[in-house]
Structure formats: structure tokens, C-alpha cells
């Protein structure tokens, strides 16, 4: 048996097919799944999960109308300016895998102030993967090695590489949930999810429940995870 979890991820995705379903607009969808991270991560923590990641904006949503990404781009001051002084007494810190260097400046800004005043929370950490791309981080990583590398005969193992990732100072992902049930990882996490489990759920993002997260951390915790071996 398992314990729970110490770093799972998840694909929130739907926001938009939900907002469809109700007769709203895609804006009023994605305003839901915000407040519904809220409710993930405060049960999350509940459970003594470790690393909440959270795909929120991928590098390829920039194709999305200008619309509809300046909206998206308001969330995070949306989220924080309501949720930050309950995160605060919830001992939950906030974090960010992504390039941040072409998120809006004034995201930016609420974003880094936001990391600062959560900074000494040991709880739980919130991970928001902002212009994330999994191969991105893989590219991204490979340059990092290459710029500090002084033994040209040096051989990398992966163990090191992974220290070049931005996730380097997180625990390894054990589970990962994409809710909308669309069967694909569209380019999260590519290094991490090698032997993750995953769990795609039958639910659009705002319908998603912390009974439904902790339905899924129990059937983690019964599954047997044998990384290639036989037992």
C-alpha cells in the first residue's frame, strides 16, 4: 500500500466546455475553475500532499484569442487577492514552473509578491505551471547543463539532469489527473510523468470536488507501483 502522495499534479481542464454547458461565456468557466483551485488545494493539504502543480497556462495558449488570454493572464491577481490570506493561516506556499519573463509585467508582479509573503510557509507548496511547455523545460535544462559544463568528457545521468529541471527542488511526481477525460498529457511534465500514475476523470475542472481528489489519493494509495520490477 502507499502513502498518500508527495507531489501531485493536475490538468485542470474544461473551464471553457463547462462555461458552454451553463449558456456563459468561456471567461465565466475559467473564473469558476480559479475559484475551484481554492478548493483543490486547501483539500490537498488537508491530506498532507506535499506539491500541488497545477497546469494553468501552457506556452502553446498564447494561440488562444487576445481575449481570451489577457483574461487569463487577470486570474492570478484574482486568485491571490482573495485567497492569499487564507493560504497564509494554511501554512501553503506559492510557487511557479514556467518562463516567467513574457507573462504580462503586472502579473508578474502580483506573482512575485506573492511568492515573497508566502515564502516561510511549510505546509504545502502551490505550484502554478504559467507558460509552461514540458519540452520547453527539458530544452531549457539541457542549456543549463551545457553553459556550467567544464569536463567535456563528463556523461550525464539522469539523476543529475533532473537537477536541471524546473521542478529540481520538488519531490518526484507520483500522480497525475487531467479531469475533462480527454486521454492525453499535451505537453506537461514530459520528464516527471515517467512513472507517474495517472487518473483522467469524467468531469469538467469546475465540477471537480476535493471528494473526488481524495477519492483518487485513496485509489493511489491501493495501487501497487512496481517501476519495472516484478514485485
Given at each position: 500500500m502507499n502513502s498518500v502522495p508527495q507531489h501531485v499534479a493536475i490538468i485542470m481542464d474544461g473551464n471553457g466546455r463547462w462555461a458552454k454547458a451553463q449558456g456563459k461565456p468561456r471567461s465565466f468557466g475559467h473564473l469558476r475553475g480559479t475559484e475551484n483551485v481554492r478548493n483543490i488545494?486547501?483539500?490537498?493539504?488537508?491530506?498532507?500532499?506535499k506539491v500541488l502543480t497545477l497546469y494553468a497556462f501552457s506556452t502553446e495558449n498564447w494561440k488562444r484569442p487576445a481575449e481570451e488570454v489577457n483574461y487569463l493572464m487577470g486570474l492570478p491577481k484574482i486568485f491571490i487577492d482573495r485567497y492569499i490570506d487564507e493560504l497564509m493561516q494554511k501554512g501553503i506556499k506559492i510557487r511557479m514552473i514556467g518562463d516567467i519573463e513574457q507573462i504580462p509585467s503586472e502579473t508578474r508582479k502580483v506573482l512575485e509578491r506573492a511568492f515573497e509573503?508566502?515564502?516561510?510557509?511549510?505546509?504545502?507548496?502551490?505550484?502554478?505551471?504559467?507558460n509552461y511547455g514540458g519540452r520547453k523545460?527539458?530544452?531549457?535544462?539541457?542549456?543549463?547543463?551545457?553553459?556550467?559544463?567544464?569536463?567535456?568528457?563528463?556523461?550525464?545521468?539522469?539523476?543529475?539532469?533532473?537537477?536541471?529541471?524546473?521542478?529540481?527542488?520538488?519531490?518526484?511526481?507520483?500522480?497525475?489527473?487531467?479531469?475533462?477525460?480527454?486521454?492525453?498529457?499535451?505537453?506537461?511534465?514530459l520528464w516527471q510523468l515517467?512513472?507517474?500514475?495517472?487518473?483522467?476523470?469524467?468531469?469538467?475542472?469546475?465540477?471537480?470536488t476535493g471528494e473526488d481528489f481524495e477519492n483518487i489519493i485513496n485509489d493511489f494509495m491501493q495501487r501497487h507501483r512496481r517501476f519495472g520490477g516484478l514485485e
Open positions: 488545494a486547501i483539500k490537498a493539504n488537508e491530506l498532507g500532499v509573503k508566502t515564502r516561510n510557509n511549510k505546509n504545502m507548496t502551490l505550484v502554478f505551471a504559467l523545460e527539458i530544452v531549457d535544462g539541457i542549456n543549463r547543463y551545457v553553459k556550467q559544463l567544464d569536463d567535456k568528457d563528463h556523461v550525464l545521468t539522469e539523476d543529475e539532469f533532473s537537477r536541471y529541471l524546473y521542478t529540481a527542488e520538488y519531490p518526484e511526481l507520483e500522480l497525475m489527473i487531467r479531469t475533462s477525460l480527454d486521454y492525453r498529457i499535451s505537453n506537461f511534465l515517467c512513472y507517474a500514475e495517472m487518473c483522467f476523470i469524467d468531469k469538467y475542472w469546475p465540477d471537480f
